[in-house]
């Protein structure tokens, strides 16, 4: 199963994770990014840059973010590709913080 992206991300899209990815699976709306399972390969390189703890293996997915499996696999083939880092969002830093992060 792919990596996921979830809601931790909305309102943050920190991107550290992009720049370790080496096969350019991240897509971006104004919100957040989500992981095209298609073109993920499953390195999980991306899950410890997160600093928002939003990024799961699929297999150890919390069951309350499960959803965000159909989300970023339908969502992500429709997005522009992120290959650099971005800034993050206006008030990311907050909502990281509200995050007990």
């Known amino acids: 199963m792919t990596t996921i992206v979830t809601d931790n991300c909305k309102d943050c899209r920190f991107t550290d994770c992009v720049t370790v990815c080496p096969v350019a699976c991240f897509h971006y709306d104004d919100d957040m990014l989500y992981i095209d399972p298609d073109v993920c390969i499953d390195c999980s390189a991306c899950i410890p840059e997160c600093p ?8 150890d997915i919390p069951e309350d973010k499960e959803n965000w499996i159909e989300i970023n696999a339908e969502r992500a083939p429709n997005l522009p590709v992120c290959e650099e ?6 008030g990311a830093e907050e909502r990281k913080e509200a995050l007990g992060f």
């Open 52 to 59: 928002v703890q939003a990024i799961y293996e699929g297999d």
């Open 85 to 90: 880092q971005m800034d993050p969002l206006p």
